[in-house]
C-alpha cells in the first residue's frame, strides 16, 4: 500500500487487535507509523514527532510497481561469497586484497565471455518458479 495510506489503514486494523498484543501495536505506531507522543494539547490534538522508521523507506509499493526484486536473494549470495573468498572471520588487509584481485579476475573473464555471447548459467527452474510465486 502506498505509504500515505498506510496510516490510516494501521489505525483501522488497531481496532480489531486483541488487547494482550497492545505493547508491540504502540512499539508499532511510536517507530514506524505515527512517531511518539510529543504533548498533548488542551484541545485534545496529539502532537508528535516523526516517526522514526518512515513507511516512506519500508513500503513496499514502488518494489511491486516496478518489478523489483522480493527477496534478499542476491545481497545474501554475494555474503556466502564473501565468507567464502576471505574463509576466515580475521584476516589481514594484505589477504582480503589478494582475495579481491583473484575476483576481479574471475570478473572481468566473466565479463569477456559476456561480450564474446559465450552461454550464460540460467536461473535454476525452481527458483525462478519461487521468485515468481513471491
Known amino acids: 500500500m502506498p505509504p500515505k495510506d498506510i496510516s490510516a489503514a494501521f489505525d483501522e486494523l488497531k481496532i480489531n487487535i486483541p488487547v494482550k498484543v497492545y505493547g508491540i501495536i504502540k512499539w508499532f505506531k511510536n517507530y514506524y507509523v505515527h512517531g511518539r507522543v510529543r504533548r498533548i494539547l488542551k484541545n485534545e490534538n496529539i502532537i508528535r514527532s516523526t516517526s522514526l522508521f518512515s513507511p516512506l523507506l519500508w513500503s513496499v ?20 561469497r ?11 588487509v594484505f589477504k582480503i586484497i589478494k582475495k579481491m584481485q583473484n575476483k576481479q579476475k574471475q ?5 569477456e565471455s559476456i561480450l564474446q555471447e559465450a552461454a550464460w548459467p540460467l536461473q535454476k527452474r525452481q527458483d525462478y518458479d519461487h ?3 513471491i
Open 82 to 92: 564473501w565468507e567464502t573468498l576471505v574463509e576466515d572471520t580475521y584476516v589481514s
Open 107 to 111: 570478473i572481468q573473464l566473466n565479463i
Open 61 to 80: 509499493t514502488d518494489n511491486i510497481e516496478y518489478a523489483f526484486p522480493q527477496t534478499q536473494n542476491s545481497v545474501e549470495a554475494w555474503h556466502w
Open 131 to 133: 521468485e515468481t510465486q
